[in-house]
């Protein structure tokens, strides 16, 4: 009965007033044959005591980065996020109202949703935003999607190796059934080859997309690399790191076409990769191609100001097939706690998050590459991400035996990229301390060949 | 109690100088920005974003929030979309340390709670929905749908059959022919009869060789049950094509039939309507897949797989599936929304679910039993867990519309049902009270539609009259989009 108002006498008078014996017969329409003639076989029901209980013991079968130093990255991350963000969420009125299709009675929504695009919009330096789509992955795919409608080129699409691999799965899957090619290119030292750009850029390539900074945490050289794609009259579709804006130049800036990306950093918990916030910002003059949906400002009949989802006839529930995407729900709380984020830090707070990310990164890589057995694997400039190579080849077992001293030490690279199946990824936020980026650097250099520990 | 003063914008608060936060200093050596970013990387200009103090933030924010209604504030009785109630332990439960708290590239052993509850998750949406295999990975139902539709794409490519075409009846929803089209199909719509079913006749003429899905809604988004699915899974089956259930309206069938049983080869699951995740404002919802065995090869990577060794059972994502479509998004899914239907399916059990499923069929035809004496509801007396009534007549006779109706609906504190969907159905309002409601409300809301359609033409027309605005211009915001906020366009 939990949830439920209707006790036997309120069933009783409705199926009085339905005109029907029992509620049995309520689902007359479903044929005998097709019912289901013995219960689900599911666990019994459990009341809130027990639930809690049993939640509680798998919870504490996890390791979390609130009991293990985290220095994982790889588009998820560990920021800080401030209680004001988990307040404003946690209000009824907004989790759970839905989508502001009633605008008269969704104000709030409607007008955080402006806020957000407008924040998206200073963010990235772009035009206009759309009210976020599933994650990193997706927003990636549409805007690889997006590019070859404005420039209704369908021949092949290029990515660059260095965005992030998850993003180029999710690609080549959705690609797996249309006729263009995904060309991959190759980024041998850390950052995209332009010679291999220069040489795919063909006058049938819808866009490059690429990540700055990339997974490998290495900054890429945007401008001569946009020169080239719109030399070749591609676009150049940028996925991006939110919070490396508080210091890096802005995509539209640097002539990105169309801006994707995660926007986790900005507020949300990391909770094991999803829900996210799917980041997509373009230019005005594709904004009828733009998927996902859009809040608009217009005039009640009275004269005042006010918002309204605009532009729905891009949208699935009234083109249908001719849809500039399928896409329905957003992630309408995440994009107002990225909001909420924003509002909080302001233009000061998210350059101090970027210095402090930017600053613990470049110490922790310095002392790390130091050590006998790491190197730093790409020289190339890094926000606040880096990859080590590991001299004694055994990065998994290094991060085992991290784990069980209480480091989350990194993310091995070699599930997706095997020439560098001995490179670690590691990534260090603003939440790490320097005894931390100490006590790292300590572990590792008390691992002898194969994990090891030095006898002291 | 709403403050008249909030409906400013938070750019328009903003004062130079205001912050909310205040960040540690840096604790390494420090070294100048431009030494480890070269300067052409670095931006020329300060970031616009607003510059505001905490408390402002707390009291804007709380403010517009009043500016919505809500399922915890008011009924929502939005058909096709299952607005039930929120439980709270599960936003508790889904906040703990261990869950909330959790890098996706922990090492699997770190996780074993996590994997523990979606192994499990898995297995019960495979129960319910009477299918073989589970895939938790798709983000939305229309995330669902398009990996389903991959799945059968990629199945076909290795029984090397071409096969081009999808069906989608008149009444499905928009999302189905959308998804189809993403992935590369074409889409042939399938017409309803005036009772409200799959034309078996038009399916029949449609079907061919070419067909390689059947999208199906079953309740139909006219809350009717199919009652020729099976048949209907038979030919298609017949034809060498699959079914796909879109499953957006499985609150009316918990544990009385299941997809797998009448015919389905797919389904999609929206366990942010029948598993009572919260919409979040619009999202985030989740969509997991289930499909025949035939099928589960093709799933998205990774799944979650027991293993059990020297009586010790322990949990892993499984990668090796050669045969997979590859992933749809980043990360493992959705997991916030997925450890709430966790919870929503182990408090209700088996006999806890069906209940749902009893009494949300109950409160729709209580409803239905009421409403159609003032609103006809065309196709008939029986509904499962949602109706589709028609303001057509009062359209006709008044010009009073569907529209105008669920705005003066506003006024009396109600949400306002669906309109014009299903596309069938004339002036559609199509109401969904869901089981999270009390006969109580329910009588409320059937008087309040009675004493609406009472009220003078004009009043209809112009409503809502008590909310913060009123009939948008919707025209004038898509002829000449305003999508940011500029300095200019302040009040």
Same mark, same amino acid.
């Given at each position: 009965?939990?949830?439920?108002?209707?006790?036997?006498?309120?069933?009783?008078?409705?199926?009085?007033?339905?005109?029907?014996?029992?509620?049995?017969?309520?689902?007359?329409?479903?044929?005998?044959?097709?019912?289901?003639?013995?219960?689900?076989?599911?666990?019994?029901?459990?009341?809130?005591?027990?639930?809690?209980?049993?939640?509680?013991?798998?919870?504490?079968?996890?390791?979390?980065?609130?009991?293990?130093?985290?220095?994982?990255?790889?588009?998820?991350?560990?920021?800080?996020?401030?209680?004001?963000?988990?307040?404003?969420?946690?209000?009824?009125?907004?989790?759970?109202?839905?989508?502001?299709?009633?605008?008269?009675?969704?104000?709030?929504?409607?007008?955080?949703?402006?806020?957000?695009?407008?924040?998206?919009?200073?963010?990235?330096?772009?035009?206009?935003?759309?009210?976020?789509?599933?994650?990193?992955?997706?927003?990636?795919?549409?805007?690889?999607?997006?590019?070859?409608?404005?420039?209704?080129?369908?021949?092949?699409?290029?990515?660059?190796?260095?965005?992030?691999?998850?993003?180029?799965?999710?690609?080549?899957?959705?690609?797996?059934?249309?006729?263009?090619?995904?060309?991959?290119?190759?980024?041998?030292?850390?950052?995209?080859?332009?010679?291999?750009?220069?040489?795919?850029?063909?006058?049938?390539?819808?866009?490059?997309?690429?990540?700055?900074?990339?997974?490998?945490?290495?900054?890429?050289?945007?401008?001569?690399?946009?020169?080239?794609?719109?030399?070749?009259?591609?676009?150049?579709?940028?996925?991006?790191?939110?919070?490396?804006?508080?210091?890096?130049?802005?995509?539209?800036?640097?002539?990105?076409?169309?801006?994707?990306?995660?926007?986790?950093?900005?507020?949300?918990?990391?909770?094991?990769?999803?829900?996210?916030?799917?980041?997509?910002?373009?230019?005005?003059?594709?904004?009828?191609?733009?998927?996902?949906?859009?809040?608009?400002?217009?005039?009640?009949?009275?004269?005042?100001?006010?918002?309204?989802?605009?532009?729905?006839?891009?949208?699935?529930?009234?083109?249908?097939?001719?849809?500039?995407?399928?896409?329905?729900?957003?992630?309408?709380?995440?994009?107002?706690?990225?909001?909420?984020?924003?509002?909080?830090?302001?233009?000061?707070?998210?350059?101090?998050?970027?210095?402090?990310?930017?600053?613990?990164?470049?110490?922790?890589?310095?002392?790390?590459?130091?050590?006998?057995?790491?190197?730093?694997?790409?020289?190339?400039?890094?926000?606040?991400?880096?990859?080590?190579?590991?001299?004694?080849?055994?990065?998994?077992?290094?991060?085992?035996?991290?784990?069980?001293?209480?480091?989350?030490?990194?993310?091995?690279?070699?599930?997706?990229?095997?020439?560098?199946?001995?490179?670690?990824?590691?990534?260090?936020?603003?939440?790490?301390?320097?005894?931390?980026?100490?006590?790292?650097?300590?572990?590792?250099?008390?691992?002898?060949?194969?994990?090891?520990?030095?006898?002291? | 109690?709403?403050?008249?003063?909030?409906?400013?914008?938070?750019?328009?608060?903003?004062?130079?100088?205001?912050?909310?936060?205040?960040?540690?200093?840096?604790?390494?050596?420090?070294?100048?920005?431009?030494?480890?970013?070269?300067?052409?990387?670095?931006?020329?200009?300060?970031?616009?974003?607003?510059?505001?103090?905490?408390?402002?933030?707390?009291?804007?924010?709380?403010?517009?929030?009043?500016?919505?209604?809500?399922?915890?504030?008011?009924?929502?009785?939005?058909?096709?979309?299952?607005?039930?109630?929120?439980?709270?332990?599960?936003?508790?439960?889904?906040?703990?340390?261990?869950?909330?708290?959790?890098?996706?590239?922990?090492?699997?052993?770190?996780?074993?709670?996590?994997?523990?509850?979606?192994?499990?998750?898995?297995?019960?949406?495979?129960?319910?929905?009477?299918?073989?295999?589970?895939?938790?990975? =798709?983000? &939305? *139902?229309?995330?669902?749908?398009?990996?389903? @539709?991959?799945?059968?794409?990629?199945?076909? $490519?290795?029984?090397? #059959?071409?096969?081009?075409?999808?069906?989608?009846?008149?009444?499905?929803?928009?999302?189905?022919?959308?998804?189809?089209?993403?992935?590369?199909?074409?889409?042939?719509?399938?017409?309803?009869?005036?009772?409200?079913?799959?034309?078996?006749?038009?399916?029949?003429?449609?079907?061919?060789?070419?067909?390689?899905?059947?999208?199906?809604?079953?309740?139909?988004?006219?809350?009717?049950?199919?009652?020729?699915?099976?048949?209907?899974?038979?030919?298609?089956?017949?034809?060498?094509?699959?079914?796909?259930?879109?499953?957006?309206?499985?609150?009316?069938?918990?544990?009385?039939?299941?997809?797998?049983?009448?015919?389905?080869?797919?389904?999609?699951?929206?366990?942010?309507?029948?598993?009572?995740?919260?919409?979040?404002?619009?999202? =985030?919802? &989740? *969509?997991?897949?289930?499909?025949?065995?035939? @099928?589960?090869?093709?799933?998205?990577?990774? $799944?979650?797989?027991? #293993?059990?060794?020297?009586?010790?059972?322990?949990?892993?994502?499984?990668?090796?599936?050669?045969?997979?479509?590859?992933?749809?998004?980043?990360?493992?899914?959705?997991?916030?929304?997925?450890?709430?239907?966790?919870?929503?399916?182990?408090?209700?059990?088996?006999?806890?679910?069906?209940?749902?499923?009893?009494?949300?069929?109950?409160?729709?035809?209580?409803?239905?039993?009421?409403?159609?004496?003032?609103?006809?509801?065309?196709?008939?007396?029986?509904?499962?867990?949602?109706?589709?009534?028609?303001?057509?007549?009062?359209?006709?006779?008044?010009?009073?519309?569907?529209?105008?109706?669920?705005?003066?609906?506003?006024?009396?504190?109600?949400?306002?049902?669906?309109?014009?969907?299903?596309?069938?159905?004339?002036?559609?309002?199509?109401?969904?009270?869901?089981?999270?409601?009390?006969?109580?409300?329910?009588?409320?809301?059937?008087?309040?539609?009675?004493?609406?359609?009472?009220?003078?033409?004009?009043?209809?027309?112009?409503?809502?009259?008590?909310?913060?605005?009123?009939?948008?211009?919707?025209?004038?915001?898509?002829?000449?989009?305003?999508?940011?906020?500029?300095?200019?366009?302040?009040?």
């Amino acid at each position: 009965m939990a949830y439920l108002y209707n006790t036997p006498q309120d069933q009783q008078a409705m199926l009085e007033a339905i005109g029907c014996d029992s509620i049995d017969a309520l689902f007359d329409s479903i044929p005998e044959s097709l019912r289901l003639q013995r219960p689900l076989k599911l666990p019994a029901a459990m009341g809130e005591m027990e639930l809690t209980s049993h939640l509680a013991a798998l919870s504490e079968k996890n390791r979390s980065p609130a009991d293990t130093l985290c220095f994982l990255g790889g588009g998820s991350y560990d920021h800080f996020v401030p209680a004001v963000v988990d307040y404003v969420a946690s209000r009824g009125e907004f989790y759970t109202s839905y989508t502001p299709y009633q605008p008269e009675v969704s104000q709030g929504n409607l007008q955080a949703m402006f806020e957000y695009q407008t924040m998206i919009s200073e963010l990235t330096g772009m035009d206009v935003s759309n009210q976020s789509l599933y994650d990193g992955g997706s927003a990636a795919v549409e805007g690889v999607l997006m590019s070859l409608d404005v420039t209704r080129r369908r021949g092949r699409v290029l990515v660059a190796e260095s965005v992030h691999p998850e993003y180029r799965q999710v690609v080549d899957t959705y690609f797996a059934s249309l006729e263009t090619e995904v060309v991959t290119l190759p980024c041998p030292a850390g950052t995209l080859d332009l010679s291999a750009l220069e040489a795919q850029l063909t006058d049938d390539t819808a866009c490059l997309l690429l990540q700055h900074p990339n997974f490998f945490g290495c900054l890429e050289e945007v401008h001569e690399i946009v020169d080239k794609v719109h030399a070749a009259g591609s676009l150049l579709v940028t996925v991006i790191d939110p919070v490396s804006l508080g210091l890096l130049e802005r995509p539209g800036d640097y002539g990105a076409d169309v801006v994707v990306g995660e926007g986790q950093s900005l507020g949300t918990p990391m909770q094991y990769g999803g829900p996210y916030l799917g980041l997509m910002a373009c230019r005005e003059k594709f904004v009828r191609r733009l998927p996902g949906r859009i809040a608009g400002e217009t005039r009640d009949r009275r004269g005042k100001r006010c918002w309204v989802l605009t532009l729905q006839t891009r949208e699935q529930h009234i083109r249908r097939d001719k849809a500039t995407s399928n896409i329905c729900t957003n992630q309408g709380l995440f994009a107002l706690r990225a909001s909420v984020y924003l509002a909080a830090m302001g233009p000061q707070g998210m350059r101090e998050v970027a210095e402090l990310c930017l600053q613990k990164t470049a110490y922790a890589r310095q002392r790390l590459g130091d050590l006998e057995r790491l190197e730093i694997a790409f020289d190339r400039p890094v926000f606040k991400e880096f990859v080590l190579r590991d001299r004694e080849n055994a990065v998994e077992q290094l991060c085992a035996v991290a784990e069980e001293a209480g480091i989350f030490a990194g993310v091995p690279l070699g599930r997706w990229y095997p020439d560098l199946s001995d490179c670690l990824l590691v990534a260090v936020t603003e939440k790490r301390t320097r005894p931390e980026i100490e006590r790292l650097v300590d572990f590792v250099s008390v691992q002898a060949p194969c994990g090891v520990t030095h006898a002291e | 109690m709403r403050n008249k003063h909030a409906t400013q914008l938070i750019y328009e608060l903003s004062q130079n100088g205001r912050k909310a936060v205040a960040l540690p200093q840096v604790d390494v050596p420090e070294r100048p920005v431009e030494e480890l970013i070269p300067e052409r990387f670095l931006a020329k200009k300060t970031l616009g974003l607003p510059q505001v103090a905490e408390p402002e933030i707390v009291r804007h924010y709380a403010n517009l929030s009043t500016l919505n209604m809500s399922v915890d504030t008011h009924f929502y009785p939005l058909g096709s979309c299952t607005m039930k109630y929120n439980p709270k332990r599960n936003e508790r439960l889904a906040s703990l340390r261990g869950i909330v708290d959790v890098h996706p590239y922990q090492s699997e052993r770190s996780l074993q709670g996590l994997l523990q509850i979606f192994f499990e998750l898995q297995e019960m949406l495979g129960e319910i929905s009477g299918l073989d295999a589970v895939s938790l990975q =798709p983000a &939305a *139902g229309a995330h669902g749908e398009l990996t389903a @539709l991959m799945v059968a794409a990629a199945y076909f $490519r290795d029984l090397g #059959e071409v096969r081009t075409t999808v069906l989608t009846p008149d009444s499905a929803h928009g999302t189905n022919p959308a998804s189809a089209r993403m992935c590369g199909f074409d889409t042939v719509t399938v017409k309803s009869t005036p009772a409200g079913f799959v034309d078996m006749e038009d399916l029949k003429s449609k079907l061919d060789d070419s067909v390689a899905v059947f999208m199906i809604t079953n309740p139909n988004t006219l809350g009717l049950f199919e009652r020729n699915v099976a048949e209907i899974a038979d030919q298609v089956h017949a034809r060498g094509g699959l079914i796909y259930l879109d499953g957006a309206n499985m609150n009316a069938i918990l544990g009385v039939t299941r997809p797998g049983d009448f015919g389905a080869d797919m389904m999609h699951f929206n366990p942010h309507k029948t598993f009572s995740g919260p919409h979040g404002g619009g999202g =985030p919802g &989740a *969509g997991p897949i289930a499909v025949t065995s035939k @099928l589960g090869a093709f799933l998205p990577v990774p $799944r979650v797989r027991r #293993e059990e060794a020297e009586g010790e059972c322990s949990y892993c994502l499984d990668w090796d599936q050669p045969q997979s479509i590859g992933r749809v998004r980043s990360f493992f899914g959705n997991s916030g929304v997925l450890v709430r239907a966790y919870c929503y399916l182990r408090t209700h059990g088996p006999d806890g679910l069906r209940e749902v499923s009893e009494n949300a069929v109950l409160n729709a035809n209580y409803l239905l039993s009421r409403v159609k004496h003032f609103l006809p509801v065309p196709q008939g007396d029986r509904c499962m867990h949602e109706f589709v009534a028609s303001a057509a007549q009062c359209k006709n006779e008044r010009g009073v519309s569907a529209m105008d109706l669920v705005k003066r609906l506003l006024d009396y504190g109600f949400h306002a049902p669906t309109v014009y969907f299903p596309l069938t159905v004339k002036e559609a309002v199509m109401i969904e009270p869901t089981e999270t409601e009390s006969k109580e409300m329910l009588d409320q809301f059937a008087e309040t539609l009675f004493r609406v359609l009472e009220e003078p033409d004009d009043l209809l027309h112009e409503a809502p009259h008590t909310t913060q605005i009123s009939r948008p211009d919707e025209v004038t915001a898509a002829r000449k989009p305003m999508l940011r906020w500029n300095p200019s366009t302040e009040e």
